[in-house]
């Protein structure tokens, strides 16, 4: 499968994703690391402390990045209690889940709450495993996005895998109406070598024109804020059927392979929405 590559430098430098497609929220911090490897928990502590000072775990402790310690009460809840968040170092994906918390503090937040607030409802309960809630917002937390559209038909079409309408036959609307912002650090790490089927978990916001007027930082922050609010307010229960898959090669720009309407035909990737 073939990628853009927009910037002259080897893979192994976060800075040559900055303005890869997909990685937009956490462009401007990927940017600033030019040098090969990944960044040390004690670098990513410091632009936490810069872009997003007032990050909390969601039992109000400070967001810090320390490798792993042994932890024994579990990953979740180590952070909720302590704030820190094992961030193993040289390793990728521990990297963008930093970014993550960087891009969307209150949302990350709200999951920690989240994951906690289950975990004590099944002990109450005497119930077994970690549940379909927690099964969930683990994988939102991985391969989530938020699809943002001030287009309403855009997120219908999508949602009832009509990928080739809404990705070719719609795709200059789309352009100007539809912005594809990940919140999942797993993702992130799979976008460095996209493969055939790669997918994400979708929710869909919807918006006015004039939002996509703001500046990037301003319409991240927005929807961040949309996005906490989202996951904990009736009618919308998590459960894996929340989300909706996406697959990420359909996205115009993310790979060259999707310039005709014949690749929306690939079954392998786009499958048709399962009738029950």
């Known amino acids: 499968m073939r990628t853009i590559a927009p910037m002259n430098l080897p893979d192994d430098v976060p800075a ?6 997909l990685f937009e929220p956490i462009a401007p911090w990927l940017a600033r690391f030019a040098t090969p490897g990944v960044p040390s928990p004690s670098e990513l502590g410091a632009l936490l402390a810069d872009v997003a000072p ?7 402790a400070p967001i810090r990045f320390a490798p792993p310690s042994g932890e024994t009460d579990g990953y979740e809840a180590h952070i909720f209690a302590t704030g820190e ?3 193993r170092p040289g390793d990728w994906h521990d990297f963008f ?60 079409l ?11 036959r719609r795709r ?6 539809t912005r594809f912002l990940v919140f999942g650090h797993g993702t992130w790490d799979q976008l460095r070598a996209p493969f055939l089927g790669l997918c994400a978990k979708a929710l869909y ?6 939002w996509h007027n703001l500046d990037a930082a301003t319409r991240l922050a927005d929807t961040d804020a ?16 929340a989300f909706s898959p996406l697959p990420l090669l359909g996205i115009p720009g993310v790979t060259p392979d999707s310039e005709s309407p014949g690749y929306y035909r690939d079954t392998r990737q786009f499958r048709p929405l399962r009738r029950s």
């Open 16 to 21: 040559s994703l900055s303005a890869r497609p």
């Open 205 to 210: 916001r919807a918006v006015a024109p004039d």
């Open 172 to 177: 200059q609307t789309l352009s100007g109406s």
């Open 158 to 168: 999508l949602a009832a895998h009509e990928w080739e309408e809404a990705f070719w």
């Open 97 to 156: 889940n930093a970014l993550a918390w960087c891009a969307w503090p209150r949302s990350k937040a709200r999951c920690n709450r989240l994951h906690l607030a289950e975990i004590e409802t099944r002990l109450e309960a005497s119930l077994p495993g970690r549940g379909p809630v927690r099964d969930a917002l683990t994988q939102f937390d991985e391969c989530g996005i938020v699809v943002v559209s001030s287009d309403p038909k855009i997120p219908a």
């Open 54 to 60: 007032d990050t909390r775990s969601g039992g109000g």
């Open 226 to 241: 949309w996005l906490e609010r989202h996951l904990t307010e009736p009618p919308h229960r998590i459960s894996p059927r």
């Open 85 to 87: 968040v094992p961030t």
